[in-house]
């Protein structure tokens, strides 16, 4: 399999993993937040879980784009970008906590399980894509 079959197959593995992820995370936690925080509750999981699944959006086009960069390029790109991502993310739930009508329980919450689980699942995909490719099987890496 050639590099570029990898990233192919990297690609379609990640957007199905987080797809199948939001789609398990958001019913619940909007179904509980709705039980536990009422109307606020549920307002706030449903903004955490929507800054989650933009976060998770825009990492996920990051990451397809620095595919196709050089390989000394991609940590430089990719925790450049994770920098940026986190003050983005903290200065968005820092500007919403100022509104009132949102449990910021439940937006932190139902945050953090999406953001969670995404990166779970981008993690899973990486190392099933690539991290097997790099050794043969029964072979470790100082050989």
Known sequence: MNVGELK???AKSLIRSMIIAALIITPVMLVISGVFGK????AGAGVGLFIAGIHSFVALRIVIWALGKPPQMLPMVLLGSYAVRIMA??????GVHFIKALDMIWLLLSFLALYIA?????MACA???FGFA???P???RRE
């Open 138 to 140: 029964g072979k470790s």
């Open 89 to 94: 993310i903290a200065a968005i739930i820092y």
């Open 134 to 136: 790099a050794t043969s």
């Open 127 to 129: 190392w099933k894509s």
């Open 39 to 42: 109307w606020r509750g549920l």
């Open 118 to 122: 995404h990166v779970a699942a981008e």
């Open 8 to 10: 192919e197959k990297f």
